[in-house]
């Protein structure tokens, strides 16, 4: 199937009275890298093909309701210039176009195709040039997973002409739900801002956050977003010296890449905004911490936004080895 399908899976999901729909994305994870974890934990080659069994998800069937599949993530194209002061597309259509070709790329994750330069876009023995296709990048795969849309490189929710997009999530809203974006990377990186925000181009980091918090951003300057009710992720800490970020726009903000110290501001409930603020403190454990403030927000009606992460990963969360002992990152 195509990446898009899984948007329409979520539809599907609403459509069918579903209480909760959930979109779970393990970006950079694909079926070789499952295939190792679950060898790992087998202790042996377990399967070559499908499924397979290993990791708890492989595992788990939910009464045998769960099914198995594999999806062809590709661009609309590669190449796309973008004007995110003017939420414009310079080039519609880009330098390369997207597409498939089973023969090259191969008919399955399991089953090699005859060209191993082509899944890294590049013509055949020749990694300068460019090849058939292009290769998705984040936010063209994570906005046709959850707009359905099929866009260019680059893009946050607009198509490849560069007209914005509903999410499922903005649906899900309009019809009285609750939605939310919880992240172990920064809050507006491609994937999470995807779930909700608009961009023609997905390094306009504060301008992403605006739309995922309900403030006026370079997308919506009159009327803006409602917001998520929920937003957990990284990115505290990462605060840059010089005056202009490069892919944001010229209303850029010293300071904080995702966030700027005024935008938190106004959220803050304290500060009569929406959201109950959980933020990265020394000395406090964030676990506990996060969970009581979750507790606040849902006793007084608020929305929750929790901002974590600090020093040389950027806001990336670090991950850990079960028996592995974690020194707490140090800024730097």
């Given at each position: 199937?195509?990446?898009?399908?899984?948007?329409?899976?979520?539809?599907?999901?609403?459509?069918?009275?579903?209480?909760?729909?959930?979109?779970?994305?393990?970006?950079?994870?694909?079926?070789?890298?499952?295939?190792?974890?679950?060898?790992?934990?087998?202790?042996?080659?377990?399967?070559?093909a499908g499924r397979g069994t290993g990791t708890h998800f492989q595992d788990y069937t939910a009464d045998g309701t769960t099914q198995f599949g594999f999806m062809v993530t590709a661009p609309n194209n590669e190449g796309t210039t973008a004007d995110v002061n003017l939420q414009r597309i310079l080039n519609p259509g880009g330098?390369?176009?997207?597409?498939?070709?089973?023969?090259?790329?191969?008919?399955?994750?399991?089953?090699?195709?005859?060209?191993?330069?082509?899944?890294?876009?590049?013509?055949?023995?020749?990694?300068?040039?460019?090849?058939?296709?292009?290769?998705?990048?984040?936010?063209?795969?994570?906005?046709?997973?959850?707009?359905?849309?099929?866009?260019?490189?680059?893009?946050?929710?607009?198509?490849?002409?560069?007209?914005?997009?509903?999410?499922?999530?903005?649906?899900?809203?309009?019809?009285?739900?609750?939605?939310?974006?919880?992240?172990?990377?920064?809050?507006?990186?491609?994937?999470?801002?995807?779930?909700?925000?608009?961009?023609?181009?997905?390094?306009?980091?504060?301008?992403?956050?605006?739309?995922?918090?309900?403030?006026?951003?370079?997308?919506?300057?009159?009327?803006?977003?409602?917001?998520?009710?929920?937003?957990?992720?990284?990115?505290?800490?990462?605060?840059?010296?010089?005056?202009?970020?490069?892919?944001?726009?010229?209303?850029?903000?010293?300071?904080?890449?995702?966030?700027?110290?005024?935008?938190?501001?106004?959220?803050?409930?304290?500060?009569?905004?929406?959201?109950?603020?959980?933020?990265?403190?020394?000395?406090?454990?964030?676990?506990?911490?996060?969970?009581?403030?979750?507790?606040?927000?849902?006793?007084?009606?608020?929305?929750?936004?929790?901002?974590?992460?600090?020093?040389?990963?950027?806001?990336?969360?670090?991950?850990?080895?079960?028996?592995?002992?974690?020194?707490?990152?140090?800024?730097?």
């Amino acid at each position: 199937m195509d990446q898009t399908d899984l948007a329409a899976i979520q539809r599907a999901g609403f459509a069918d009275g579903k209480r909760y729909v959930f979109l779970v994305i393990f970006d950079g994870m694909d079926w070789q890298t499952t295939w190792a974890a679950a060898t790992y934990n087998r202790r042996s080659v377990g399967y070559h093909a499908g499924r397979g069994t290993g990791t708890h998800f492989q595992d788990y069937t939910a009464d045998g309701t769960t099914q198995f599949g594999f999806m062809v993530t590709a661009p609309n194209n590669e190449g796309t210039t973008a004007d995110v002061n003017l939420q414009r597309i310079l080039n519609p259509g880009g330098t390369q176009p997207g597409g498939y070709n089973a023969e090259k790329g191969g008919p399955n994750p399991w089953t090699p195709g005859d060209d191993p330069f082509y899944l890294i876009g590049c013509a055949p023995n020749d990694l300068k040039a460019a090849g058939e296709h292009a290769y998705a990048d984040s936010a063209a795969t994570a906005t046709a997973m959850t707009s359905g849309v099929k866009t260019y490189n680059d893009a946050i929710n607009v198509d490849a002409t560069g007209n914005r997009v509903p999410t499922v999530a903005h649906e899900a809203q309009d019809r009285g739900r609750s939605v939310g974006v919880v992240t172990s990377v920064p809050i507006s990186h491609a994937t999470p801002a995807c779930a909700y925000a608009h961009n023609v181009h997905r390094d306009d980091y504060q301008d992403l956050t605006r739309d995922l918090v309900g403030l006026p951003s370079i997308s919506h300057p009159e009327k803006s977003l409602a917001g998520v009710d929920v937003l957990i992720g990284g990115g505290f800490g990462d605060e840059q010296l010089q005056k202009v970020s490069k892919g944001q726009g010229e209303n850029f903000v010293p300071g904080n890449l995702w966030i700027t110290a005024d935008d938190l501001k106004a959220i803050d409930s304290r500060s009569g905004g929406k959201y109950v603020v959980a933020l990265r403190t020394e000395g406090v454990n964030g676990r506990r911490h996060l969970a009581a403030e979750a507790l606040a927000a849902a006793q007084a009606g608020k929305r929750l936004f929790g901002f974590y992460g600090v020093g040389k990963p950027r806001g990336i969360f670090p991950f850990k080895l079960p028996t592995a002992i974690i020194t707490p990152l140090q800024d730097s």
